[in-house]
């Protein structure tokens, strides 16, 4: 019997790339409610959950019903661009979508984002059907670099956390992948330092044995670190 085998895919910035939607809902939300913030502010935010985001950004004022509206708020304009515009996936990924499933690997989305962003991005994608499970922010009390999200996605496959490889372009997601005991493959389009097993610009730039060599090359050397 083949022991199962999964990747574990991050969402923005890695299938896609939605900073500028991002960046547009943040500044449009918080400025309706005469808050400012920098491109830096927003850039040093990405892959973490909104509460942290928010209480960090807002200090005091971040009461929980203030930091639960604006949550909403912001994500419902972000789902509008993408429902509004469309958004096509980064290079590489429409290929190892498709190449993983014929070589018999489970995939599923774990990610900072809530559930109705996940799924209206895979609805604009045409991807749902490459995912066995799904794990959002509301399915996890921790957000990255805590592991809860890989281990919580792991167990759903029913596969063990030293036979999954994380996907990610942010180093708390890759830094969450290591403490779950997983290997990583960081996708780093600006060059960006990432502490990833493999690192890549750009998925298109893997070999086609990537994920198979990496599971091998880390066989039985993993080891889960909270």
């Known amino acids: 019997m083949i022991e199962p085998r999964a990747v574990l895919w991050d969402l923005d910035g890695t299938l896609i ?23 830096e502010q927003f850039l040093s935010s990405f892959g973490q959950r909104n509460d942290a985001i928010i209480s960090r950004w807002l200090g005091a004022a971040a009461t929980p019903d203030f930091i639960t509206e604006i949550a909403n708020a912001k994500e419902e304009l972000f789902r509008d661009l993408i429902r509004k515009n469309g958004i096509p996936p980064l290079p590489g990924v429409a290929t190892w979508l498709r190449r993983l499933r014929e070589q018999g690997w489970f995939q599923a989305i774990a990610s900072s984002a809530p559930r109705l962003n996940v799924d209206t991005v895979l609805d604009a994608l045409g991807a749902a059907q490459y995912f066995e499970g799904i794990v959002s922010a509301e399915e996890v009390h921790r957000g990255k670099p805590d592991p809860e999200v890989y281990l919580t996605a792991a167990s759903r496959l029913e596969t063990p956390p030293s036979r999954c490889i994380v996907v990610e372009d942010a180093a708390a997601g890759v830094d969450g992948a290591r403490r779950a005991g997983m290997g990583s493959i960081g996708v780093s389009r600006h060059g960006h330092p990432l502490p990833a097993d493999i690192v890549v610009q750009s998925l298109d730039l893997l070999a086609p044995d990537a994920f198979e060599r990496l599971l091998k090359g880390r066989s039985g050397c993993i080891r889960p670190t909270q």
């Open 17 to 39: 790339d939605s900073e500028e939607f991002h960046w547009i809902a943040w500044h449009d939300t918080l400025a309706n409610r005469g808050v400012s913030i920098t491109r």
